[in-house]
């Protein structure tokens, strides 16, 4: 079992039909708490536990693109994040360039 | 990125992918790795590794198996059993179930028309391929009102299960206002 962040404990679970209830094996955290990845989906195999893990950045990303996607704007392959950085820088632009015009206005 | 862990939660190994899954299944039987790309609407596959080795030539190389690019189906869910899969679109109410072999053939279809104040969420599929599927209640369709006089508390939405035949006939309708997760163990069923 394991939560969105990481945390994880492994049980081990009876091999036959009875009333014996599954026992820990142990618990453990995949990537610390504060780094900001969520755990989206994982299984595990006899090799390893697979994790797909993402940032929270990139969650938003994708729910900002599936909007433009549903609103029937086409989004190339590779495009998606530069898109959003584009985006990002654009509004970073504006805000520092406003900032900037206020304060000359104050002076 | 996909990271592998050993048992014990050692990172092993992570290979960075260019597109999200919402959805990964480990499938000893058939050697895969089962993924849903949300992103690109299709079901695809990696081999497994089973070694350290082998995991950056395995999780590089994906093989298209089921593509709904065309369709008014796009899966956020998918259980599995030995021998099929299912998907589970949450957004229009949708399941469908395929067999795991090469020709991934359509077993059966299943539609949540009839009760829009519950969404399709989950499920598990037992080997001879009838379904339980977990149906969460939709807050957005139930007045705020309504909810509070029925259920007692605010943001806690009732689930309940429905048992779906091979053929996608509903069998039973079940009760389970507080299910959070279910699993399908050879001898259990945990919730």
């Known amino acids: ?107 | 990125m996909i990271y592998l862990f050993s048992h014990g939660g050692d990172e092993i190994d992570g290979v960075y992918q260019s597109h999200p899954i919402r959805t990964i299944l480990a499938d000893q039987i058939f050697g895969r790795l089962w993924a849903l790309n949300p992103m690109d609407n299709n079901v695809y596959c990696y081999m497994t590794p089973t070694n350290e080795n082998e995991i950056g030539k395995c999780l590089q190389e994906e093989e298209i198996l089921l593509d709904f690019t065309d369709e008014q189906f796009e899966p956020s869910t998918m259980i599995q059993s030995d021998q099929s899969i299912g998907l589970i679109d949450t957004e229009h109410d949708l399941y469908r179930l395929y067999t795991k072999d090469d020709k991934l053939r359509l077993i059966t279809t299943y539609e949540n028309s009839h009760n829009q104040q519950w969404k399709l969420t989950d499920g598990v599929i037992f080997k001879d391929n009838r379904t339980l599927l977990k149906l969460t209640e939709d807050k957005c369709s139930i007045d705020s009102n309504d909810r509070l006089k029925k259920n007692g508390f605010h943001n806690n939405p009732r689930r309940c299960l429905i048992e779906l035949t091979p053929d996608g006939q509903e069998k039973h309708r079940i009760q389970a206002d507080t299910l959070y997760s279910m699993a399908l163990g050879k001898h259990f069923f945990f919730r």
């Open chain 1, 1 to 107: 079992m394991a939560d969105d962040y990481g945390q994880i404990s492994v049980y081990s679970l009876p091999k036959s039909k009875s009333y014996i209830k599954p026992s820990i094996i142990g618990t453990g955290e995949l990537f610390p708490k504060n780094s900001r990845l969520l755990l989206e989906s994982f299984t595990v195999y006899e090799f390893a536990i697979v994790a797909y893990v993402r940032r929270f950045e990139q969650r938003s990303n994708e729910i900002e693109h599936s909007k433009l996607i549903k609103a029937g704007l086409p989004i190339m392959k590779g495009e998606q994040v530069c898109f959003y950085i584009f985006n990002l820088s654009l509004n970073y632009f504006f805000c520092f360039f406003s900032r900037v015009v206020v304060m000359i206005m104050v002076v």
